[in-house]
């Protein structure tokens, strides 16, 4: 098990920043992949960006590509999404998601998901 708790949404005006963060427990959080997804009303779940256990390698959405970096830090079992310039496109809840392994892009390859957190950009 791995219990996640996101924070960090709000209300942003379009062109504004957002940190979102993700709390884990238990000594193994460094042993997971961890990654961030989105879901907007009457969407699905969309992948955002994932980093692998250590920090060294990330990979994003290609939509999302310069304005969103994820990142970690394994002493604090926390994962960050740094979220620059949104957009009101943008508006969505965030989750964040952990799995043992390799990257994996399908929300359906991740075991562990914390509730979300809400992303709303204003125009």
């Known amino acids: 098990q791995v219990p996640l708790v996101e924070s960090g949404g709000g209300l942003v005006q379009a062109g504004g920043s957002l940190r979102l963060s993700c709390a884990g427990s238990?000594?193994?959080?460094?042993?997971?992949?961890m990654a961030w997804f989105r879901q907007a009303p009457g969407k699905e779940r969309e992948f955002v960006a994932t980093i692998n256990w250590s920090g060294g390698s990330t990979e994003y959405a290609d939509s999302l590509k310069g304005r969103f970096t994820i990142s970690r830090n394994n002493a604090k079992n926390t994962v960050y999404l740094q979220m620059n310039t949104l957009k009101p496109e943008d508006t969505a809840v965030y989750y964040c998601?952990?799995?043992?392994?390799?990257?994996?892009?399908?929300?359906?390859?991740?075991?562990?998901w914390g509730q979300g957190t809400q992303v709303t950009v204003s125009s």
């Open positions: 238990g000594r193994t959080f460094d042993s997971y992949r």
């Open positions: 998601a952990a799995r043992l392994g390799s990257g994996a892009y399908s929300w359906e390859d991740y075991l562990y």
